[in-house]
Every structure is written in structure tokens, then in C-alpha cells.
């Protein structure tokens, strides 16, 4: 029977994958919460608790108070918590992409010798330290590097078609607060990135809202420099500010390369963004956690929990070996589940979909185990079986 493949970073003990698992740090975080509401001690009961986490605005607008009355009915009690899970997951999920790209620039940067820095409060604070701030940097900076006496920096946007009219122009927010309150002048290449290019449509709604936004910095009679040379590159005057709008990876690249002095930013650049498209951690538990959620509601328990328990008949615990060798070991343990898996519980049919459901299961097991093994809390052997 085909089995298919997996990479899951918070299992794989590969020391090339490091770099790897390091960019994607935020997502995993938002992992290692799913398994652990899947795993939990109380029977599976955390996956509801999201519901309980909703505000009375989102409440009352999605009608989840009228849902709740109508709950003698399974599909009106089912839709508060699916509502609530999918409102937790994808408003968590928005918040971490943009450290990926951030990451993805920094190791970027660094194989270049540009001397990036990597956390928000530290930019922040070279930004203070290089332009002779005084007050509190109250603004993001995606990226910041170093090199001689040149400064890079700048914010990264998905697609130009992210946000409104108030996020277009607050993407230089940044810029007009160094133009107002900077003391020194150092050489500096200020990037707004548009990561995907798609078709553009926006990019004249973009360069209008930013210039907006640094309108009353600028001048009005910079505006018409300002608008046409943005997307190559300009020199604000009376400063040592270079500005462009940057559509897409391949012209980013360029720009790193240009600061860094060498080829090695955008070659690492374009390999990252390649490399990081194998991996199942996210997808997986996502996926996973949303179907046992129905089953949760419409059975009152989950396959999590009867995983753990056909484990704990078997006598199967998980290992370091496990850990070391999870692809075969997984799929070891879901032949052994199968041959006494008798309920007729899992999501699908197919003999080759239930091998893989079953494997996919014990691996979300062993991300449960290999995180609760390094949390404070310790839990006891017992939990692991």
C-alpha cells in the first residue's frame, strides 16, 4: 500500500533543516497550540474552547447565540465551534506570514555578510541609534541591515492588493517618522516590497497612497518625481535617502545584492523561497484538527483520543527512535492500527486513504510528544501512550 510522503519539521531531527525550521518558528508555534488542544488531557475538549474566546460583536453578527439555541439540532451546535476554530486559526495564521518573509530576507542578508538584524525591537533600536531618534520607534521595520555606512531597511507587503486604503499608505509611515524626527542623515536604501507582483493592478492606487502619506514631508513639488521614478529608485532630496517600490522577489534580490555588494543575497533569496514549500506541519494538523472537530461534536469524541487508546492496548509508546526514523516508524504503527482499527469513525474510505489518515494521526501523536517532552510542565510517561 503507497504511503505519501511527509516532512514535518517539528519531528525531523535533520540539522540542514534548522535554517528551515527557524523561518518558519511562528507557524510551528501555532502547531505545537493545534496538537496540543487535539492531545489534551481533557478529552479533546480544548478544541471547543475557541468558542468561548469569541467577543460578543463577532457573536452576535455570525449568529452564534441563536446557533447555541437551536443545539438539539447538530448542525446548529456544530457552527459555533467550527466558526470559532476557523476565526482563531486564520486570524493567527495572517499575523505569522509576515515573519516568514522577514526571516526569509534575514537569512538572506546573512549569507550575503550584511550584517542583518533579526527581531522587531532590535531594528527598532538601530533605527533610533542610527538616525539620532530620541522618541520611541512606534512603527515596524520588516528588514534592517548594515553594511559600512550604508543603511538597508524597509517594510515587505504580500501582494498589493493587501488592505485598504489606510495600509497603502501607512507603508511609509515609517519613512515620514525618519524624515520628521531624524537628527543624523546616513546613506540609506529605503525598500517598500511587494512580494507578489500578480498583475499589478494596485500599483498606482500604492504609489498614490503613499505619497498621501509623505506628502507634507516631501513637498508638493516632489510629487511628480516622486510618482514617476518610485518603481526604479529615488533620491529624496536634501537627504541621503534612496527610495523604490520593489515588485516582486526577483528585483528585491537585486536590491539585496546591489547593498550587499556580492550575488549571494539574491541566489539565497530565490533557493529559500523554493526550499520552504516542502513541509506538512501546518496543512496537516490543520487539516486534521478541523475534521475531528466535527467528529467531536457529532459523536462526542474524537480519533485522537481513540488513537491514544489503541495505543495504549497495543503497548506502544512513542521513542526517540520514532523520532529519528518517523517516516517508517509512523507508518509501522498505522499498519499495526489498522489490522484492529474496527470503528467506523475516520473521515474517509478508501483502504490507502485510511493507511494514510491512520499514519497522519500517529504523527500529530508524535508532535504532541516531542513538544510536550521539552515544555516546563513535564507530563507524566503516561500522556505519551
Known amino acids: 500500500m503507497a504511503f505519501q510522503d511527509r516532512v514535518i519539521l517539528l519531528i525531523d531531527e535533520n540539522p ?19 496538537v496540543k488542544c487535539c492531545f489534551s488531557s481533557n478529552a479533546g475538549q480544548s478544541l471547543l474552547k475557541y468558542e468561548r474566546e469569541l467577543d460578543a460583536i463577532k457573536k452576535r453578527v455570525a449568529g452564534i447565540a441563536r446557533a447555541h439555541n437551536l443545539s438539539s439540532y447538530k448542525i446548529a451546535e456544530y457552527s459555533p465551534y467550527l466558526f470559532a476554530f476557523q476565526q482563531f486559526f486564520h486570524s493567527s495564521y495572517r499575523a505569522r506570514q509576515g515573519e516568514v518573509l522577514e526571516a526569509v530576507v534575514y537569512y538572506s542578508l546573512k549569507s550575503a555578510n550584511a550584517n542583518p538584524s533579526k527581531g522587531k525591537k532590535d531594528r527598532k533600536s538601530l533605527i533610533k541609534s542610527s538616525f539620532g531618534i530620541r522618541r520611541n520607534v512606534g512603527y515596524d521595520v520588516d528588514f534592517f541591515a548594515k553594511k559600512q555606512d550604508t543603511i538597508l531597511l524597509g517594510q515587505i507587503r504580500s501582494t498589493d492588493v493587501t488592505g485598504g486604503t489606510t495600509a497603502k499608505g501607512s507603508l511609509v509611515d515609517l519613512l515620514r517618522f525618519i524624515l520628521r524626527e531624524k537628527r543624523l542623515n546616513p546613506s540609506t536604501r529605503y525598500l517598500i516590497v511587494v512580494w507578489e507582483p500578480l498583475e499589478r493592478q494596485q500599483k498606482q492606487s500604492l504609489i498614490n497612497k503613499m505619497w498621501d502619506s509623505l506628502r507634507s514631508e516631501l513637498g508638493p513639488e516632489n510629487e511628480e518625481a516622486f510618482k514617476e521614478n518610485i518603481d526604479q529608485g529615488w533620491e529624496i532630496p536634501n537627504t541621503n535617502i534612496y527610495l523604490r517600490l520593489v515588485y516582486g522577489i526577483e528585483e528585491f ?18 533557493s529559500l ?31 485522537f483520543q481513540l488513537l491514544d487508546k489503541k495505543l495504549q492496548e497495543l503497548s506502544i509508546a512513542i521513542s526517540n527512535h520514532d523520532f529519528r526514523n518517523y517516516g517508517a516508524s509512523s507508518i509501522a504503527i498505522a499498519e499495526k492500527l489498522a489490522r484492529g482499527w474496527s470503528e467506523s469513525t475516520l473521515p474517509v474510505t478508501a483502504p490507502s486513504d485510511i493507511l494514510n489518515y491512520l499514519r497522519d494521526l500517529v504523527l500529530l501523536k508524535m508532535i504532541y510528544v516531542k513538544v510536550a517532552s521539552h515544555d516546563n510542565s513535564r507530563p507524566s510517561i503516561t500522556d505519551f501512550v
Do not use: H
Not at 537585486?254 to 530565490?270: H, M, P, R, V, Y
Not at 496543512?283 to 480519533?303: H, K, P
Open 16 to 34: 540542514q533543516l534548522e535554517e528551515v525550521k527557524d523561518i518558519f518558528k511562528s507557524p510551528l508555534d501555532l502547531v505545537k497550540e493545534l
Open 273 to 303: 523561497w523554493e526550499s520552504i514549500q516542502k513541509w506538512d506541519d501546518l496543512w496537516l494538523t490543520y487539516a486534521i484538527a478541523s475534521l475531528e472537530l466535527e467528529n467531536l461534536i457529532f459523536r462526542g469524541f474524537t480519533n
Open 253 to 270: 534580490g537585486e536590491e539585496l545584492n546591489d547593498f550587499a555588494g556580492n550575488n549571494n543575497a539574491k541566489t539565497k533569496l530565490l
